[in-house]
């Protein structure tokens, strides 16, 4: 029998599907890699914004992991929204104690919308607790901007950013550029604590991108998962955060979620 390929993602719940847990779940489906959860936070949101957040008990959060590390070892773990300095504490003990180290770390602290998904006392939990045991980092330029507690603007700001990330643990830093800055392209760095790589490629003209750090978060998780190099499972992961912005599907009066089909589509020769 092939070995069935297997991922974690922890992170908070978007009941809208676009983001969060769901994103992650979808991705790691889509990518052939059965997808496992621990949940930190229920949020009530939708394409308009965040509603309501809902941080889970310290008790609840513990459970899960030691249930998870207990019998179902996973290939490679994601982190997400995390909320408070208390989960990210009982999160970052787990991955020690489980040796889980196929860690992608997305920093995430706010939604689309400008709702906080991460208390502001937490950022430095993560910079002590977490950033140390991630293989990869995510951030896009805010994150990375609070992270690093220097403003971005041009491409040696962003070098610059990306060696103090590196600084502080991760051994892959992949600094976003989705925001939309109003330039005709969209340039993420990735810096090994050696080279610089731009990836640079279009930016698609849409207000759909509900959950694109989510989704190329937990793309990249599942590249690793299932043995890949660090590099070729970013270069996947983009291809298919690529591919799901270009299909995204356009519901809701505001940022719409992206296609999580539309990789596997495009791969299988299906029409969406
Ligand atoms: N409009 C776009 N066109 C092409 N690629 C994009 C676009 N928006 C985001 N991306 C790509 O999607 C990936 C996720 O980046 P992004 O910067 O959007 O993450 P994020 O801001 O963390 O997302 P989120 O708001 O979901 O947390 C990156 O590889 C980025 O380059
Ligand atoms: C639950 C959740 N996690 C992450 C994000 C960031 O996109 C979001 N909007 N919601």
Known sequence: M?????????????????????????????????????????????????????????????????????????????????????????????????????????????AKGGSPLLQQEAVRALIAELLPLALVVTPNIPEAEILTGMTISGLPDRERAARLLHAMGPQYVVLKGGHDDGTSGVLDLLYDGQEFIYMDGPRIATRHTHGTGCTYSAAIASGLAKGNTVTEAISTAKAFIQAAIEDSLGFGAGHGPTNHFAYGNRHRGILP
């Open 2 to 110: 092939t070995r069935v390929v297997k991922a974690l993602t922890i992170a908070g719940s978007d009941s809208g599907g676009g983001a969060g847990i769901q994103a992650d779940l979808k991705t790691f489906q889509e990518l052939g890699v059965y997808g496992m959860s621990a949940l930190t936070a229920v949020t009530a949101q939708n394409t308009l914004g965040v509603q309501a957040v809902y941080p889970l008990e310290s008790e609840a959060v513990t459970a899960q992991l030691d249930s998870i590390g207990a019998d179902l070892q996973p290939d490679a773990v994601k982190t997400g929204m995390l909320f408070s300095s208390e989960i990210i504490r009982i999160v970052a003990g787990k991955i020690r104690q489980y040796g889980w180290n196929s860690l992608v770390v997305d920093p995430v602290m706010v």
